[in-house]
C-alpha cells in the first residue's frame, strides 16, 4: 500500500477538528457560567505528576483493549454494546481461577487469560447467536446481557466471594503473590508502577492491525461491514462472519480487567471499576478504529479524567467538567467524520473524472 499525505491529512483531520470544537464549546460554556477559563485550561494542561503519569498510562491501557473489542464490531457494523458485561463476567470467571492457584506462577497468568477470553467470547456468543438465528438486534440483547451478567456476578461474590473482617463488602480469593505482577518502572520518580501487561494490549494492537488488514479473514469482516450483498456476492458467509465478530470481540473485552488484575487488585470484588465497556466505544470513535488512534485516543480519554482531580482544588471548578468535554468530543467526532468522509468522496469523484477526461483525451489524440 503506497503513502499517501492526502489520505493520512483525512485521516487526522475528523479527530482533531472534534478536539478543537470541543475546545471552542468548553470555553465559552465556562465563559457562560462566570468560571476562570484560562486557569480551567492551564489546570488541564499542566504537567501532570509521575504518579498520576503512570495513573493516566494505565487507565489508558485499560480503555486501549475495550476500544480494540469494540472496533472488531464496528468493523461489521456491529454495535457491541456488551462489552461492559463481557468484561465484567469474564474477569469475574478469571479471579476464581486465579484464585485457586492451581498452576504455579505464570502458568496461573496464562490460565486466567484464556479463561477470561473463553468466558468473556461465549457471553458476547449469545448476542451473536441471537441476531444471527433469530433477527435480534445485537444493540438490544447486549444490553440486556449487561444487566444479566451483573446479576451474575454480585450472585457468585455471595456464594463463593470473601468478606475481609470489618468489612461489607465481598471479594474473589487473592491470587497467589507468585502470579501477582509488580509493573514496569517506566516513569522515573514514580511511586507506582506500569501494568505489565501493557505488553499484552501492545500485542493485542499489532494482532488486530495483522488480523484485519492482512488476513482473509479480515478482509471478510471488512467486506461484511461494508456490503453484505457484496459479501454473499464473493462467497463469504455472513452468518458465520457475525457470529465469529461478536464472539473474538467478547473475547477481547475478557481481557480488559486482566491488566489491573495482575498488576493492582489481585481480586474481584464489588468496588472493580464498571462503565468501561461504554468508555470503549468512545475511544474506538475517535481513535477510528485504527490501533494507532485508538491509544493516543485512550491516553487522551484517560489524560481528561486524572487532570479534572485537581479542577475543583486549583480553580474551583467541578471536576463534572471533564464529562463536558468527553461528550462534547464524541458528538463532535460524529459529525467530523461525516464531513471529512463527504470531503474525501467528492476529493475521489474529481480525480477519477480527471482521469477519464485525460485518458478521453489522450484517445483523441491517437486517433
Not at 168 to 195: K, W
Amino acid at each position: 500500500m503506497n503513502f499517501s499525505p492526502r489520505r493520512l491529512a483525512l485521516t487526522l483531520a475528523a479527530p482533531v477538528l472534534a478536539v478543537l470544537v470541543a475546545f471552542v464549546v468548553t470555553s465559552l460554556v465556562l465563559i457562560a457560567v462566570g468560571d476562570p477559563v484560562a486557569l480551567v485550561w492551564e489546570t488541564l494542561l499542566s504537567q501532570p505528576r509521575p504518579r498520576t503519569m503512570v495513573n493516566i498510562i494505565n487507565s489508558g491501557i485499560t480503555y486501549y483493549i475495550a476500544a480494540l473489542a469494540v472496533a472488531v464490531g464496528f468493523k461489521m457494523k456491529l454495535f457491541n454494546i456488551g462489552v461492559d458485561g463481557q468484561y465484567r463476567i469474564a474477569t469475574f470467571a478469571a479471579a476464581l481461577v486465579a484464585g485457586h492457584g492451581w498452576l504455579p506462577g505464570p502458568l496461573n497468568i496464562v490460565l486466567a487469560l484464556l479463561v477470561a477470553m473463553l468466558v468473556g467470547g461465549l457471553w458476547a456468543g449469545i448476542a451473536g447467536w441471537l441476531k444471527v438465528t433469530r433477527g435480534v438486534s445485537e444493540v438490544i440483547s447486549t444490553i440486556m446481557l449487561n444487566a444479566i451478567s451483573g446479576g451474575l456476578v454480585a450472585w457468585g461474590l455471595r456464594s463463593w466471594g470473601q468478606r475481609a473482617e470489618g468489612s461489607n463488602t465481598r471479594s474473589t480469593q487473592e491470587i497467589p503473590a507468585s502470579s501477582q505482577l509488580e509493573g514496569l518502572p517506566l516513569v522515573p520518580d514514580a511511586a507506582n508502577r506500569v501494568y505489565t501487561l501493557l505488553v499484552l494490549a501492545v500485542v493485542l494492537g499489532v494482532l488486530y492491525w495483522f488480523i484485519v488488514n492482512r488476513t482473509r479473514f479480515g478482509f471478510d469482516v471488512r467486506a461484511t461491514g461494508e456490503s453484505e450483498t457484496a459479501a454473499v456476492a464473493s462467497g463469504v458467509k455472513v452468518p458465520r462472519m457475525v457470529l465469529t465478530a461478536m464472539v473474538v470481540s467478547g473475547a477481547l473485552a475478557g481481557l480488559i480487567g486482566m491488566p489491573g488484575f495482575f498488576g493492582a487488585d489481585h481480586a474481584y470484588g464489588m468496588n472493580f471499576q464498571s462503565g468501561v465497556g461504554f468508555i470503549g466505544i468512545g475511544v474506538a470513535l475517535l481513535g477510528r478504529n485504527h490501533p494507532v488512534g485508538i491509544a493516543f485516543a485512550a491516553l487522551l480519554w484517560s489524560w481528561l479524567e486524572k487532570a479534572s482531580d485537581g479542577l475543583q482544588l486549583r480553580a474551583d471548578v467541578s471536576p463534572a467538567l471533564v464529562f463536558i468535554i468527553q461528550g462534547v468530543i464524541l458528538l463532535a467526532v460524529v459529525i467530523a467524520y461525516e464531513v471529512v468522509h463527504r470531503i474525501e468522496q467528492r476529493m475521489e469523484q474529481r480525480q477519477v473524472a480527471r482521469q477519464l477526461d485525460a485518458g478521453v483525451t489522450t484517445e483523441g489524440a491517437s486517433a
